[in-house]
């Protein structure tokens, strides 16, 4: 079989369940194929000094096999002495798990990239040690980073994505998501070549928002996949009008889209319209979805979406990939 070059733009824990399903896909069928993955940094946070990328360590613990199972992010066999002794010094926000094996990971990237060196080349550096079986690219070399408008008793203010999604756990209502730094950022060359090079691209079941959303944000992101000769195909991340983890629906509401499968195969729209996709995955849950979703102009094949398992997780991936060849 030819080998194909699979590109897989992504957030952090639905990116990388899927992803990792897909590598126990490809090796499960024997299959060389190349898998690339472009991650979100809109989630980017800079905390004590230090330069923190939730989405990309996510993909790069899980795929590399250091993931806290348990948690979904961070470290296995985390320990958090320099979180505890921060507390005694009554210093920095209590609110962000820094334990002390994922501090060396945020040393090792602040050095390097004070030093001068990328973010793309930082990661790469980086999975030297983690082996993820995919080339991780941030989606842009530039920082870029998640505010939340929210409005309260202290009245309406901007605070980071990060805060207000584990501090707040996304309870504050969000009137809008301005992403800072969007406007002057840009792709890097290496996401460019990946995405034209690319035979397929599938959209994980990652937040479709504050994952996708910031990544078709960067400017001539949605340019480069309207021009890309491969199919895109996506999974939902909603399951009965749900996310299935995290809080999809406090940021699909504030920008007016239902939390339905078809609301945000709708917001993401049909290829042939200048939307992002070919086709678009649901669960059996949704299968009555499945005329509405079709009439949008978007192939749409009903299938089980929920990640239980590796197992499971790699036969959504298949399916996912499936759907993309028969549309090649
Ligand atoms: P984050 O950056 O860590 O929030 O992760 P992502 O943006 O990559 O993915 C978050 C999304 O994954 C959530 O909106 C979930 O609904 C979705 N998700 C998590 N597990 C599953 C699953 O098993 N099946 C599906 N279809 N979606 C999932
Ligand atoms: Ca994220």
Redesign the pocket.
């Known amino acids: 079989m030819r080998r194909v070059t699979i590109v897989c733009p992504?957030?952090?824990?639905?990116?990388?369940?899927f992803i990792s399903g897909l590598l126990r896909h490809l090796a499960r069928a024997n299959r060389q194929d190349e898998v690339i993955v472009i991650a979100?940094t809109a989630?980017d946070i800079r905390i004590l000094g230090l330069q923190v990328c939730?989405?990309l360590d996510?993909l790069m613990y899980t795929l590399g096999g250091g993931i806290s199972k348990e948690r979904?992010?961070g470290r296995e066999g985390e320990t958090w002495q320099v979180k505890d002794e921060l507390q005694s010094y009554e210093f920095g926000p209590t609110w962000f798990g820094l334990g002390d094996r994922d501090l060396a990971t945020h040393l090792v990237r602040t050095s390097m990239l004070d030093a001068g060196f990328t973010l793309t080349e930082v990661t790469h550096a980086l999975c030297q040690r983690w082996n993820p079986g995919v080339t991780l690219l941030p989606m842009s070399d530039d920082r870029v980073e998640t505010h939340v408008v929210v409005e309260d008793d202290q009245g309406r203010r901007a605070i980071h994505f990060q805060e207000w999604w584990i501090r707040h756990r996304a309870a504050l209502p969000a009137l809008s998501f301005p992403i800072i730094g969007i406007e002057t950022s840009r792709p890097t060359a290496q996401v460019l070549t990946a995405i034209a090079e690319a035979n397929v691209i599938l959209l994980?079941?990652?937040?479709?928002v504050?994952?996708?959303g910031t990544i078709m944000s960067v400017p001539g992101m949605r340019e480069a996949l309207a021009s890309a000769t491969a199919p895109v195909v996506g999974?939902?991340?909603?399951?009965g009008g749900k996310?299935?983890?995290?809080m999809?629906d406090a940021c699909l509401s504030a920008i007016d889209v239902a939390t339905t499968a078809a609301g945000v195969a709708e917001h993401y729209g049909p290829r042939t319209a200048g939307g992002l996709l070919d086709a678009w995955l649901i669960?059996e849950t949704d299968a009555a979805a499945q005329a509405e979703i079709t009439a949008l102009g978007i192939r749409t094949v009903v299938q089980p979406?929920?990640?239980?398992d590796d197992d499971?997780?790699a036969n959504?991936a298949a399916a996912a990939l499936d759907t993309a060849e028969s549309l090649r």
């Not at 992504?10 to 369940?17: D, E, Q």
């Not at 999974?235 to 399951?239: A, E, G, H, N």
């Open positions: 992504a957030g952090g824990i639905g990116g990388a369940r979100n989630d939730p989405d996510t979904g992010w994980p079941p990652s937040n479709p504050v994952s996708i999974v939902s991340p909603i399951i996310p299935v983890r995290g999809a669960d979406t929920l990640m239980i499971a997780a959504l």
